[in-house]
């Protein structure tokens, strides 16, 4: 056995191996690296079939090459191993498990008796909330936050905790056990442990509404919520296949007002659904 | 006529056709009567096996399935999806 996240095995990052779970010693394996440099360039990304050179939001450059089995990080302040593992680690785990053929989709997801569901939103468009209150108040396992990698029908784990922006979210849960993180803008929740990975039996597209609704998605309007999310959609070609996959499965928009009455009600609309 | 077989990804779904063009990202969603016709593309077919394939199962009068099959293979063609599309021009003619 060993320890990763999105079905990678991750070293370099010993300081971060709590938000990690055990995975098969054959999980393929990505060393990260992370290096200070004053001058951090600012270039424009560069991502194609082989190479990737990416300017990270926040600040920080990642460069990767297929079937190297590394990723190099650059920053210009270090980040400790924690906030490398989550939220730097997504796009070098999604580069990763596109080059191998596998799908990544910028999503979070939970698990039910019956399967993984997909959680899609816009930016704000509160995903970690709704994935921490079902953790907290439906014990729901979270399986990850930031990425969805689907890797044979089934949606990987990610790393066991998510992120709360400090305005709004936080007054909604209880989380005491939460940490400042990421320059005293977000709050860090610890997961329960989740299954290392779980059949996706659906996805749900949260929306913001005066009222709530829950509205079964129509086959021919799928793909049009699921491709948006795709990630490195232009340049990596991942596995067209399993996005068509996740759209022959049921897909529900989920409206619901801002606050916890909304987030009460949504939250179990949504458990119920998907039961 | 046949659909494109390189980049091109379809999935029957609740008898519709999802396709996604990998080159492109372009995305289709096909209807029922056009998933008939998608099935006839995808192993190989000609204008006037749709053509008859509509009037067969839809009980359709040959004009009205020529127009309809000519605007579901124009609108293939202009997508890109299509292996052969001079031919389909040709045969549009």
């Known amino acids: ?275 | 006529m046949r659909l494109r077989s390189d980049d091109l990804h379809w999935q029957a779904v609740e008898g519709e056709v999802l396709a996604l063009d990998a080159r492109t990202q372009v995305y289709l969603a096909v209807n029922k009567s056009g998933a008939v016709l998608w099935d006839l593309l995808a192993r190989g077919t000609s204008r006037a096996e749709l053509i008859e394939r509509l009037v067969s199962q839809y009980d359709l009068a040959p004009d009205r399935a020529a127009g309809d099959v000519d605007r579901i293979l124009n609108e293939l063609s202009a997508k890109g999806l299509l292996a052969d599309a001079e031919r389909v021009v040709g045969a549009r003619t």
């Open chain 1, 1 to 275: 056995m060993t320890l990763g996240v999105y079905g990678l095995d991750v070293t370099g990052l010993p300081k971060a191996e709590r938000w990690m779970r055990t995975l098969p010693a054959s999980a393929p394996r990505l060393r990260v690296e992370k290096t200070d440099s004053a001058t951090t360039s600012t270039q424009d990304s560069r991502l194609n079939r082989t190479e990737a050179d990416l300017r990270l939001l926040g600040g920080g450059r990642l460069r990767m090459r297929r079937g190297d089995g590394r990723a190099v990080f650059t920053f210009a302040e270090l980040p400790g191993d924690d906030d490398v593992l989550h939220p730097y680690l997504a796009p070098a785990a999604a580069l990763a498990q596109l080059w191998a053929g596998n799908e990544a989709l910028h999503s979070g997801a939970f698990a039910t008796p019956a399967g993984a569901v997909a959680l899609l939103a816009e930016k704000e468009g509160g995903k970690s909330t709704m994935l921490a209150w079902l953790s907290a108040e439906h014990r729901i396992a979270v399986l990850s936050d930031d990425l969805v990698v689907l890797r044979r029908g089934s949606v990987l784990s990610g790393p066991r905790c998510l992120d709360l922006r400090r305005a709004g979210d936080l007054g909604l849960l209880d989380v005491e056990a939460a940490h400042v993180v990421r320059n005293r803008d977000r709050r860090r929740i610890t997961l329960p442990d989740a299954p290392a990975q779980a059949p996706l039996i659906g996805t749900a597209v949260l929306r913001w509404d005066r009222r709530m609704r829950l509205e079964a998605v129509a086959p021919a309007d799928r793909l049009r919520e699921l491709l948006p999310h795709r990630m490195y959609r232009h340049r990596v070609s991942g596995d067209p296949r399993a996005i068509l996959k996740a759209a022959a499965l049921p897909m529900v928009i989920l409206a619901r007002p801002r606050g916890e009455a909304g987030l009460r009600n949504a939250a179990t609309a949504l458990t119920d659904y998907f039961s």
